[in-house]
């Protein structure tokens, strides 16, 4: 069948280490951002979330970071594991609407 | 949370035909959408599915080709209508979950159209 992510980037990490996934959005009104996992097969699973009035956020294993100047969003997993291999994506709500926007999405490779 | 559940989870239909996708969820919600993800892409809005009154669509998606029922607040319907090989995508719907702040994704219905 079709694999989810198979024409984005793909970033390779060896299991143990740090990784960072990158996210530029476009729309300054955006208050609101999601980062997203999708294994394949499935729908996105919600990860974390930030508010646009703050720059960092953490949770278990996972940090996003927000720099509003340049548009920019980053998702930073600790000692990453197989079971972290995913296509990830970050999304984001302007105004109270609910909808979310999606960005190109970033395929994460864990090797051992 | 919410447990969102999708049929047909997968199809392989023919060109000009038309297939009605399901999406229930286990406890009532006010907001339910519809994204299409084509292949190896992101996932793109397709509209709002609104309880009691006609859906919103997004820019680029017509009630022609996607037409939406949302009979009550656990439930909704999308069906892609004279389908051709480029409605061939994934088709997931989600639920807003305003008390916890975060929108909760069915496993999504994988179509090919031949």
């Known amino acids: 069948g079709e694999s989810v992510g198979l024409h984005l980037p793909t970033l390779s990490v060896q299991e143990g280490d740090n990784s960072i996934i990158n996210c530029a959005y476009s729309?300054?009104?955006?208050?609101?951002f999601i980062w997203y996992k999708q294994e394949s097969g499935k729908g996105p699973q919600f990860i974390i979330d930030i508010r646009s009035n703050m720059d960092k956020r953490q949770g278990q294993r996972v940090t996003v970071l927000l720099n509003k100047t340049v548009k920019h969003l980053s998702l930073q997993i600790a000692a990453t594991q197989p079971g972290d291999s995913a296509v990830y994506f970050c999304a984001e709500i302007a105004g109270t609407a609910s909808k979310l926007t999606f960005g190109t999405g970033t395929r994460l490779q864990v090797t051992l | 949370s919410a447990v969102i559940s999708q049929k047909p989870s997968r199809d392989i239909c023919q060109r000009g035909t038309s297939l009605t996708i399901q999406c229930q969820v286990d406890?009532?919600?006010?907001?339910m959408f519809w994204y299409r993800q084509q292949p190896g892409q992101s996932l793109t809005l397709i509209a709002t599915?609104?309880?009691?009154?006609?859906?919103?669509?997004e820019s680029g998606f017509v009630i022609d080709k996607f037409p939406i029922s949302r009979p009550n607040l656990t439930f909704s319907t999308l069906t892609v209508s004279n389908m051709s090989p480029e409605d061939s995508s994934i088709y997931l719907c989600?639920?807003?979950?305003?008390?916890?702040?975060?929108?909760?994704f069915g496993p999504g219905t994988r179509l090919t159209v031949l």
């Open positions: 729309n300054s009104a955006s208050d609101y």
């Open positions: 406890s009532q919600v006010t907001m």
């Open positions: 989600s639920v807003d979950l305003l008390s916890y702040n975060e929108q909760f």
């Open positions: 599915a609104n309880q009691g009154s006609e859906a919103t669509y």
